[in-house]
């Protein structure tokens, strides 16, 4: 039409136009053939273009299910990852729960060896055996800032600990030891927190002859109650101030709670209860603060 027929003056730019509108079966008419030859490429587009069109379609919906299909199964490679929980256990489950709660907006990556019946709709989950190195990969330990190991084997934990930091050496862990051995081997192994199965007696014993106590525990170690225990880190701007100070300062900014400081953290690893309200913070201190609701009654 272009070259050897009577519609010369259409640009190569219009014919790619005309081509796209013909292969899907558009065809608004303001560009039409006048030549044999043009009806018959014409046809020929038309047809093969069909083709092309649902071939390309097809393959971009196959791509897009077999995607969904690998995220629903756990088998996807998880990026962007803050936070990566290991654990099938409600124990596992409150801590996941606790951190969507916790209002900063962590991205977490649940590992299970098998996939959770309910799982949670803004949380990734791995499947797979968390023993194996490429488990763990896959929900992006190596860029991850944090990891909870929660399953009740010490062997695997002390196993999934010293496997996780190799892969990523600033990463900081918390997780459950049944025995003192035990929590002496994961701090000599790098983990920040370990948490002893022990302090489960000490509530039940204190729910016998203290039982105010416990509800206290149960009460501010969950962000869904009136009251929350929170940390503060002091950084150069809190630096030379007291606690007291450091607490106006967030009444102040938020009035609807009230503020007590409970523990001072020094950047040393002493720990100070109760601090006095004259007492000097220094970049690195950490100061542990009770927030609670005001009665407005």
């Known amino acids: ?11 190569y730019f219009q014919s790619i136009y005309w081509a796209i509108v013909t ?12 030549t044999f030859a043009g009806y018959i490429i014409a ?6 273009g069909i083709a092309v069109f649902t071939l390309l379609v097809s393959t971009i919906a196959e791509a897009f299910l077999r995607q969904s299909l690998r995220r629903y199964m756990g088998l996807v490679k998880l990026k962007h990852v ?14 996941i729960d606790e951190l969507r709660n916790s209002g900063r907006g962590y991205r977490i990556a649940w590992v299970l060896e098998e996939r959770p019946r309910a799982p949670p709709e ?24 944090h990891l909870i190991i929660c399953i009740l084997d010490d062997s695997a934990t002390i196993h999934i600990a010293l496997m996780a930091k190799r892969l990523n050496k600033n990463l ?3 997780a459950i030891a049944k025995s003192n051995k035990t929590k002496e081997l994961l701090e000599e192994a790098g983990v920040s927190i370990v948490v002893p199965l022990r302090i489960i007696g000490r509530e039940l014993a204190s729910a016998v002859f ?7 525990v149960d009460e501010v170690t969950s962000s869904r109650g009136i009251a929350d225990l929170i940390e503060v880190p002091i950084d150069h701007n809190l630096s030379g101030m007291t606690p007291e100070e450091v607490v106006k300062g967030l009444e102040h900014r938020d009035r609807a709670h009230r503020y ?5 953290v020094k950047d040393s690893g002493d720990r100070i209860a109760a601090p006095d309200s004259g007492t000097k913070l220094k970049s690195g201190d950490k100061l542990v603060v009770l927030k609670a609701k005001r009665n407005t009654e």
């Open 43 to 48: 046809s020929l587009t038309i047809v093969l």
């Open 122 to 145: 803004d949380i990734d989950f791995v499947v797979g055996n968390p023993l194996d190195e490429d488990t763990l990969i896959r929900a992006g330990i190596k860029s991850a800032k």
């Open 1 to 11: 039409e272009v070259i050897n027929g009577p519609q010369k003056n259409l640009t």
């Open 82 to 95: 803050d936070v990566v929980v290991v654990g099938a256990s409600e124990i596992c489950r409150e801590a």
């Open 260 to 264: 007590v400081p409970l523990m001072l």
């Open 172 to 174: 900081k862990i918390a």
């Open 23 to 34: 292969m899907a079966t558009v065809g608004y008419g303001d560009i039409v053939p006048q």
């Open 210 to 216: 203290e039982p105010s106590v416990t509800l206290f």
